[in-house]
């Protein structure tokens, strides 16, 4: 079902427009309309899920599986030397379009995209332990 007002369900159902690259039963792909860099595709999916972590996995996985395709025909086409592929997930994470979609943005060395953050470090080896830990408990009981 389409979102509210969401300019993604509005592009995929071509009440705006915008410079669609590659469409398929469940994505399309197009220009982001301010591109980090030229070439900078947006991948999204024609369903309406704010999320990622609201997606049913079956129709992720038949939605990204051009996703490598994708990053080839970007990277041949602007002449990019890498690309980075990112999902900003909820507002804390840059999240702006409530709409999942996922930035393909052709890179170059010396450009003046910055994607980047100080690595960090665990406390001690338990705090390791125990993260990971509560993931692998999250991951079995509940949520998908
Ligand atoms: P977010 O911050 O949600 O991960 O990224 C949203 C992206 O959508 C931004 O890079 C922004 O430039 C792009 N965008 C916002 N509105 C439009 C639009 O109407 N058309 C297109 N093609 N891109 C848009
Ligand atoms: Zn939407």
């Known amino acids: 079902m389409a979102g509210a007002d969401c300019v993604f369900c509005k592009i995929v159902q071509g009440q705006i427009p915008a410079e669609i690259v590659w469409q ?11 591109p980090a860099n030229p ?8 369903e309406h899920y704010a999320t990622v972590d609201t997606i049913p996995p079956a129709l992720f996985g ?11 025909a970007v990277m041949r086409a602007t002449g990019a030397e890498g690309l980075n592929v990112v999902l900003n997930n909820g507002k804390v994470a840059g999240q702006v379009i409530d709409h999942v979609h996922f930035h ?34 999250a991951l079995s009981t509940g949520g998908q």
């Open 24 to 34: 398929s039963p469940w994505a399309i792909a197009f220009l982001d309309i301010n």
């Open 39 to 46: 070439g900078h595709v947006l991948l999204v999916l024609r």
């Open 62 to 72: 038949s939605a990204l599986q051009e996703l490598p395709r994708l990053a080839d």
């Open 104 to 137: 393909l943005i052709p890179r170059r060395s010396g450009d003046s995209v910055t994607i980047r953050w100080e690595p960090g470090t665990y406390r001690d080896s338990a705090e390791v332990t125990s993260t990971a830990e509560r993931i692998r408990a």
